[in-house]
């Protein structure tokens, strides 16, 4: 597992994670991977691994509203990306994506290189070497979203119920 | 019990409840869900959904084409083709081919945006419907897909931020000059989750410039960035032949509760320009005086509206594009486009040297014309100025107003508006 760590910069916006030029021509996992943090870190899409984690700063993801970063994050199978804050339509579309957000300013303050990381995600807690921070839980209606893989998995199971219902 | 915000009262409001407070979820129907180019990937993910469960309801997307138009490849091309076949399938009224303009512009001009609704959009940009009283906020492309198919989805209730307003504005000074202010000093992270609500000396602000200000509240991170609904409001639908009795306006409580109240004195506001890569690097423009500029951008959804052209003409007339640097020319949408043909504005600007682009969003987000080359640098009306915007990583985008961005043009540097 590698740890990215971005915690210096603040204000990772979408266009370093995902360059608009590209908005309208990929839109799927394979087309968007090559071009994932192009702007930031051109190491990280040749080297990006399952269950790597990312550190940032404040308000990761602002900028327009583009689910490919997401989608490209999570298709690479990222754990968890763990900023000192996350810009909102990021939020939201990290939920809908079901990639795993950790607000926790202190975890990134407290990382550096060489620390072991490990997250509790059920207790909402994370350890970067000897400590351990809290981190806030989604609400329960919220959590349904990501149990249920995604909002678009979420919106099938409701939908497939209310046609069964009638 | 203390009164409510705007963000509070509007959600209650639609989410069928008496109260609501900071925090929690409803689950509301939005009054219309915005596309663009991506409605294609939009589409392209629920296809087989579509098929098994029909679209939620016709009238409520509202589909414009104009992020990369007329299409500039293969790829964009089938974009727009598949986009044109949905419409005609399943009969969506509220559609706008190319040319008609940039997506945030038709929603207001058409209507499609109106006091006391909430209006969502999968584009960062859709908080500019806040300048006539709507609750309007950005979505993702998953999330627009889902709403396509069921009508719903959730928000968490913002808590606000209150900003009095105080004067107007001096002369050729103008509301982005103010927005720039206000994103230095509260910061791109400084509204994060928040509802903006402007309060105070409002009535010198146009629709224009409310819509200019609400337009860039995503830039300090701002869910929805909110006017009241007032005369000039009232005047602005009875234009487009909306009476008042077919809204619903609604505004916060004498006795809301903020996190923060801040006030600004306009009179004191002076040209500002938004330095790279961030649009919360403001500063005064003595402070970048003389900076070479090789390329000039007047318009985008922030600034391409003809209050803009005009004060932009104003500098212009009988002036030539300084021959260090280029002028682009990009009208928010047909309207404007037709009106400044029809009162000489476009003239000047073309006679002074302007190149005209077609209604859409051109330059702005790098897809296409107007790219600029590496170590070029531009001065640009637009809402932002990341590293890679206009499609080059190695290229620099300045912010500025109408009128900053006129007069540097003359000069071929970034140049006082006020001393032109
Ligand atoms: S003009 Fe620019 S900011 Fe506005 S919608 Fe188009 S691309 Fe987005």
Request: glycine share 8%.
């Amino acid at each position: 597992m590698t740890i990215w760590f971005y915690g210096n910069q603040d204000g990772i916006n979408t266009d370093m994670l995902f360059p608009g030029k590209y908005t309208y021509t990929c839109a799927t996992a394979d087309e968007i991977k090559p071009h994932l943090l192009e702007d930031l870190d051109p190491n990280f899409a040749q080297s990006v691994q399952k269950d790597d984690l990312i550190f940032a700063g404040k308000n990761f993801g602002c900028g327009s509203s583009r689910e490919q970063p997401v989608l490209g994050l999570k298709s690479v199978g990222i754990q968890a990306v763990i900023a000192k804050s996350f810009a909102r339509i990021f939020y939201r579309a990290a939920i809908n994506q079901g990639l795993l957000l950790i607000e926790s300013p202190e975890a990134v303050d407290a990382y550096s290189p060489g620390k072991p990381v490990s997250i509790d995600f059920i207790n909402g807690r994370i350890t970067v070497g000897e400590d351990t921070f809290g981190f806030p839980t989604l609400p329960e209606e919220v959590t349904a979203i990501r149990e249920a893989g995604g909002l678009l998995e979420y919106t099938r199971k409701f939908l497939d119920s209310r046609l069964k219902n009638t | 019990m203390s009164g409510m915000t705007f963000a509070e009262k509007i959600l209650a409001r639609k989410a069928g409840k008496t109260k609501v407070v900071p925090g929690q979820i409803v689950f509301i129907y939005p009054d219309h869900l915005l596309t663009h180019d991506n409605t294609s990937a939009i589409i392209g993910k629920i296809s087989k959904d579509l098929e098994i469960y029909g679209l939620y309801n016709r009238d409520l997307p509202v589909i414009v084409l104009d992020h990369v138009i007329p299409a500039s490849s293969d790829k964009t091309a089938k974009g727009h083709h598949s986009v044109r076949k949905f419409v005609q399938k399943y009969g969506i009224r509220n559609f706008f081919d190319i040319g008609r303009g940039i997506c945030h512009q038709v929603v207001l001009e058409e209507g499609l945006a109106l006091p006391g609704q909430v209006v969502v959009g999968s584009d960062s940009h859709t908080c500019s419907y806040g300048a006539v009283g709507c609750f309007s906020t950005g979505i993702d492309r998953t999330e627009a897909a889902a709403l396509l198919l069921t009508g719903k989805t959730w928000f968490k209730v913002p808590i606000s931020i209150k900003i009095s307003l105080k004067n107007r504005l001096p002369a050729t000074v103008s509301a982005k000059d103010f927005i720039l202010k206000l994103i230095s000093d509260i910061g791109a992270d400084g509204a994060d989750y928040k509802s903006v609500e402007f309060h105070g000396a409002l009535e010198a602000l146009s629709i224009s410039d409310r819509i200019t200000i609400a337009n860039m509240g995503i830039e300090m991170g701002a869910k929805t960035a909110v006017f009241p609904v007032d005369e000039v409001t009232e005047e602005f639908f009875r234009h487009l032949n909306i009476d008042k009795n077919s809204y619903d306006p609604i505004w916060a409580d004498e006795d809301a509760v903020y996190e923060r109240c801040l006030t600004y004195d306009l009179s004191e506001i002076v040209p500002m320009v938004s330095k790279p890569h961030a649009v919360d690097k403001g500063v005064p423009v003595s402070d970048v005086l003389d900076l070479h500029v090789d390329q000039c951008f007047l318009g985008t959804c922030t600034n391409g509206r003809v209050e803009d052209f005009r004060n932009a003409a104003t500098l212009l007339t009988g002036k030539t594009v300084h021959p260090d640097t280029r002028l682009l020319i990009l009208p928010a949408s047909r309207q404007v486009l037709s009106e400044i043909i029809h009162d000489g504005t476009l003239t000047a600007l073309v006679e002074a040297g302007g190149v005209l682009l077609p209604p859409g969003c051109g330059p702005c987000l790098g897809a296409h014309q107007g790219v600029l080359a590496p170590g070029e640098r531009c001065l640009s009306t637009a809402n932002r100025n990341f590293k890679g915007r206009m499609g080059c990583p190695d290229a620099e985008i300045y912010l500025a107003s109408p009128e900053t961005v006129a007069a540097s043009a003359i000069y071929g540097k970034i140049t006082d508006p006020r001393t032109v």
